[in-house]
């Protein structure tokens, strides 16, 4: 039995959504067992409203909220009892096999980081997202937290990005791109050259310096950036559908025939949606912390808690951070934690 | 009559597919001179192909190219007599009023900021794009000259781009947000919640931060980022529509009524690639350098080509530049350079 923390609070439509999607991952997965984290009394009336049929739900009691524009550091040390504090708490204390929260995502990634700390020779974590793309699932990271890394954080990113792709996705020796703005090695800012450098030196599948052109179209399996590009582009990426949707809509509506012919391409149009709503990847590891925490979309819907409760169970099956440590431990020089050149 | 000097020997397809738009350029807009700038039998040779109706064409000797993987700085100095060099220089003696390049963004940039200048109390220049949205074109500040603005930087970038948006668009009090991880003041990295500050206490339609979603959706009419963020971004939403069409063919072609639909639906989405289509916009200005330099994409088609030339055309027909410096000196103050606040 896998146990999975949910953080009962957190995000735009908490406990509500939360819940119901906590209710449809226990139903779905006999397996899981799912602590549902936050005020008793909130998540109990919520429990109430649907019928939890095989799977299994406890209630751990967490009085605080954190709330989704505060400042995640304050926020932290002025509730001491938030429902994402417990959830990390219950982790350290191997209570849990994993979190999973749709709350405030610097808090998350704050509270990971200073409780349950850092996998032996990671300097800082990083939110892997798993894309949907021309060619299947690319793994962008970091996609927000971490606004400015170093060329080594990068190269790590890098390394975790690519055991996350062979543990999760069986990609055999997946490709892994550097996002800039030009495929040459002497474009962008130092950071990214220096990167660029270790990367070409390293044993990983490195291609290159990849452009916005190729994040949709799945040129690589791991996308390597810093977490504001990373976050611009994700959410960029959510709303292109959504936008693309409305266009061809709008102007379908202006003559008869192409009224018909939308009516014809409806099965083929949501299929498409499907295909590429992040709903169904549903969320995204923080890597690089000593524990499994998995972040969702602060929108999340019920499908899309249920699937990083899925994703959650998957990476604790797959025991990612044992992998993650063998890779860093062979590819980081431990005398100066500098990437270890390709032999 | 207006002169442009069009860099002959620019972009991926030079020069056939640039003497192509010079010459469509030329015969469309008869108020228009082109000086066609590169090696002489090369563009003799492909002007020879085509027939300039009404226009005029010149062109001027440079021996000299810069290869669009050439790092800028080090090939302005070996190469003195580049095309886009020579360009420039016809704009400093007043020989022509406006540049058009499709070449090496870097060399355009460092060739203006270098040889031209900047207007007075810009600290930085920024190349502005204009972007097909779910409302109109809005305008993104900057998309590749400057990787890492200061916070007064990206103010200046706000400035130009509320000019540029009343001059050329015709808007009214055109609305600025700037490009972020969230909406929330204190999101971001420090350069970002300072130029927030800033932005808050000038005299612009403010509206606060923007996140990757707004992109499309034309939410505001000016958006504030810097060089890298604004490249990833610029040439992702290149490859959207591509995409999207890609994604809806394959899966239109899975079942016989939904191949009927897209042929029915074929003219609203021409329609939509068309509206979408960068070819259009055609190119964008560098903005805050002294002299008017259009810089377009460097696989640009002839239309392209010749859009960019319209639009230099109509920048130099509004005086852009001497609104900026207006704007600039009300909004700016000249003791220490920094934004003046809103009275």
Redesign the interface.
């Known amino acids: 039995m896998i146990r999975i923390a949910v953080d009962g609070m957190g995000g735009h439509y908490a406990p509500q959504v939360v819940v119901e999607g906590a209710v449809q991952a226990a139903n779905d997965f006999a397996h899981l067992e799912i602590v549902l984290v936050g005020q008793t009394d909130a998540l109990k009336r919520e429990l109430n409203r649907h019928k939890v049929l095989g799977g299994k739900i406890v209630i751990e009691h967490a009085p605080e909220v954190i709330e989704m524009?505060e400042?995640p550091v304050s926020a932290l040390k002025k509730k001491k009892s938030s429902s994402i504090g417990v959830c990390i708490d219950l982790l350290k204390q191997s209570k849990v096999d994993a979190v999973m929260t749709a709350g405030n995502t610097g808090a998350a990634v704050a509270a990971s980081t200073i409780h349950l700390g850092l996998l032996k020779g990671i300097k800082r974590p990083g939110i892997a997202i798993s894309t949907p793309t021309?060619h299947g699932i690319s793994i962008a990271i970091d996609v927000?937290a971490n606004?400015?890394p170093s060329a080594e954080e990068l190269c790590q990113y890098a390394i975790m990005a690519d055991v996350y792709a062979r543990s999760i996705y069986k990609k055999k020796r997946p490709s892994v791109g550097l996002?800039n703005?030009g495929e040459?090695e002497?474009k962008?800012?130092e950071v990214l050259k220096e990167a660029y450098k270790l990367l070409r030196e390293s044993s990983l599948n490195f291609i290159g310096n990849i452009?916005?052109?190729?994040?949709?179209?799945g040129k690589v399996d791991c996308i390597i950036c810093d977490?504001?590009?990373g976050?611009?582009?994700?959410?960029?990426?959510?709303?292109?559908?959504e936008?693309?949707v409305?266009?061809?809509s709008r102007?379908?509506k202006?003559?008869p025939?192409?009224i018909?012919?939308?009516?014809?391409?409806?099965?083929?149009?949501d299929?498409?949606r499907k295909?590429?709503n992040y709903e169904e990847a549903g969320g995204a590891p923080l890597l690089g912390v000593n524990g499994i925490v998995i972040i969702s979309h602060g929108m999340s819907s019920a499908k899309a808690i249920r699937n990083a409760i899925r994703v959650a169970g998957e990476i604790v099956s797959q025991d990612l951070n044992t992998h993650i440590i063998d890779a860093i431990s062979t590819m980081i020089n431990p005398t100066n934690n500098s990437v270890r050149k390709n032999p």
Chains 1, 2 share one sequence.
């Open positions: 524009g400042s021309l927000g606004l400015n996002l703005i040459e002497c962008g800012t452009e916005g052109r190729d994040f949709f179209t977490g504001f590009v976050n611009v582009v994700l959410k960029m990426c959510e709303s292109v559908i936008t693309a409305a266009l061809i102007e379908l202006k003559n025939l192409s018909l012919g939308a009516t014809l391409c409806k099965p083929a149009m299929s498409i295909e590429t």
